[in-house]
């Protein structure tokens, strides 16, 4: 995760945001059924430039999955 995503929202660049969070939104954890929409949704605002929203896009993921994600599928990837 850290490798896509931290670099393209970084960079500030509309166009690597939106292709990294087309990479996650592609790659759905078991369980966390708002991942995709979440993913999709600040993709198009990357791609629409508002880069604010992109990321706000990221913190609403986090908000819902980061601890189930880094307890429950961080030592056994999908």
Request: aromatic fraction near 6%; charge should be positive; hydrophobic fraction near 30%.
């Amino acid at each position: 995760m850290k490798t896509v995503m931290q670099s393209a929202t970084n960079s500030g660049d509309g166009a690597k945001i939106a292709s990294a969070l087309e990479y996650v939104a592609a790659k759905p954890p078991p369980g966390m059924p708002k991942w995709v929409e979440i993913s999709k949704d600040g993709a198009e605002k990357a791609k629409k430039g508002d880069i604010d929203g992109a990321k706000e896009s990221c913190k609403t993921c986090h908000d819902l999955y980061k601890k189930k994600y880094k307890d429950e599928l961080r030592a056994n990837p999908f």
